[in-house]
């Protein structure tokens, strides 16, 4: 008959390839085993969040839309027109080459680089805690899994034993009769 696998042995074999110490080996198989692990990692990293980061992230979702692309394309070219046609002559802002639009345009590029970094940084962070958890999940899903399929393979035997005994009961049953 095959020896079955407990569940610390299956998880072990599952985190075999990993690259855990020992302590976060154990402190797995506990989680596993025994306490939910799902969480929502949104609601987790939401709560940790300060001012600054809403506020990079709220930048980030402006700075990387359409409204912003267009919005900004129009300011350009309103100050192209506005310093070439409008204010044509001595009362120019900004002549051309435009060299206050450039000091402009790398100051917004300068501060905005960072902001929309910290922005993504904090987002690979929420992805990462989300890895982790789905593997955590995936193989607490593998555990229970086999947990069901032995109980079930457990009363297969049991209901082969049933039948069994119930055959041999039929005979027996039907060897009286047959004496009598």
């Not at 805690?129 to 947990?147: A, G, P, T, V």
Request: net charge negative; charged share 30%; glycine share 2%.
């Amino acid at each position: 008959m095959e020896k079955r696998l407990t569940k610390k042995e299956i998880v072990k074999l599952l985190l075999q390839n990993s690259e855990l110490d020992k302590k976060d080996e154990d402190e797995l198989i506990e989680l596993l085993i025994d306490q939910p692990i799902s969480i929502d990692v949104d609601k987790q990293e939401e709560s940790k969040m300060t001012r600054g980061d809403r506020l990079a992230d709220k930048l980030s979702e402006v700075a990387g839309s359409w409204r912003f692309i267009l919005g900004f394309s129009l300011f350009l070219i309103f100050w192209i027109i506005l310093n070439t046609f409008i204010l044509a002559g001595d009362n120019q802002i900004d002549e051309y080459p435009f060299i206050l639009l450039n000091l402009l345009l790398s100051c917004l590029a300068a501060l905005q680089a960072p902001i929309i970094m910290m922005s993504q940084n904090r987002q690979a962070k929420k992805d990462s805690i989300r890895n982790q958890n789905d593997y955590q999940i995936d193989l607490k899903s593998e555990l229970i899994l086999e947990h069901i399929h032995e109980e079930l393979m457990e009363s297969l035997r049991n209901q082969r034993m049933i039948i069994r005994m119930l055959k041999e009961m039929e005979e027996k049953e039907a060897n009286k009769n047959i004496k009598k």
